[in-house]
């Protein structure tokens, strides 16, 4: 295995890499050893041609007519996507989507650690959710000056969503995981991925409307 | 406003719809009155020809040099995505997520309705969430019967995510919106949309690596 750690990818063989892992998983489960780029194309639909091209920016290199060896190439994955290390994180906004977040353990596995809380609404300051105290986002500066986060989860209100990223940027994080339902306007140099949970919703609603009119 | 609901439009219109809506409500709440593709294009730094060309799905024309009259660009938007109705839905999986997508009340807005709620756990049985009360996979066969629901939302965890969604469309549902971590197998006609909140944080984590030894 190689080190192409400071190799990119296009955004599509990131989106594909994580459907990758939970494929390799499920085969571990099964005592699975030795797996070839066609089982996971078979397993996901796609062409064999595109997992191999995915699977070359990790670095890994499979052996002649056997296959990845599956554990390794897990471990090259998550390498490649950071996922071996947890990066601390905040969020901001405890509503449901929030709370979710917050509880779910399972990000752990995908690099993301949620080290502080945060909410400006009176009757949650001081709450606790999955251990860690939610506190008022002014206390957002005493922890940007102990601590080195880089992540920022938004999960607020649209009203609040771009001040609050602008205080996340203020405060030394570089990279935002937006759920607010907001274009968020920031420097350049700041990655924000947006995860909008209404245009998912568009499309479904939009396709199913047009099936029932079909009929 | 003409009525063009028989007409499709692209994935990548149909998700920059949901947006367009977030912007008009924010103009609203301004008392804006008309508004131009030029302004829409600005506030979400698109191009102004790309905003014109997705509202024309909707079948809405605007007044030369005035604009749209807000309150109907916004309907029709709404129209066009089967928002004005709202769609009975089923979820199962009352999990950390499922509770979330139960409990915002703002998918009503967006045309989805949960009438039922599934779980398998026998500790979740029985307890109300949102005024619902969770009920066992089996019952689904019940409801199937009396009810005409045709969207589905699983929020399971990726080993029970595609017996539940053969199970749900035995049952009726013609429209899948999944969370779990599987790419879910189902007839040509069906609808499938898939939120995958691992491939969103892959390219945020990857990024961010990417950053970090750029520095």
Redesign the interface.
């Known amino acids: 295995m190689k080190d192409k750690?400071?190799t990119?990818?296009s955004?599509p063989t990131?989106?594909?890499?994580?459907?990758y892992?939970?494929v390799l998983k499920?085969l571990k489960l099964k005592n699975t050893e030795y797996v070839s780029a066609t089982t996971i194309a078979e397993?996901?639909?796609i062409e064999s041609i595109q997992v191999r091209k995915d699977l070359s920016v990790t670095g890994i290199v499979g052996k002649p007519k056997i296959g990845f060896e599956l554990d390794e190439l897990i471990i090259s994955i998550q390498e490649?996507?950071?996922?071996n290390k947890q990066?601390d994180a905040y969020l901001i906004g405890v509503g449901?989507?929030g709370?979710?977040?917050v509880?779910?353990e399972n990000?752990k596995n995908?690099?993301?650690n949620i080290v502080a809380v945060f909410d400006n609404n009176k009757k949650k300051i001081g709450k606790k959710i999955n251990g860690l105290e939610i506190l008022p986002l002014d206390k957002l500066y005493d922890f940007g000056e102990r601590k080195n986060v880089?992540?920022g989860v938004i999960t607020t209100p649209?009203s609040a969503a771009q001040e609050v990223c602008d205080k996340l940027i203020i405060n030394g994080v570089?990279?935002i995981?937006n759920f607010s339902?907001?274009?968020l306007?920031a420097p350049k140099?700041i990655?924000i991925?947006s995860?909008?949970?209404?245009?998912?919703?568009?499309?479904?609603?939009?396709?199913?409307?047009?099936?029932?009119?079909e009929k």
């Open positions: 750690k400071n990119s990818a955004l990131l989106r594909r890499l994580p459907r892992i939970h499920r397993e996901l639909e490649f996507l950071n996922w990066e449901g989507l709370k979710a977040i509880s779910y990000f995908y690099g993301l880089k992540i649209a570089k990279a995981w339902p907001v274009s306007k140099d990655i991925e995860v909008h949970l209404s245009q998912s919703l568009a499309v479904l609603t939009h396709k199913l409307s047009m099936k029932v009119i």
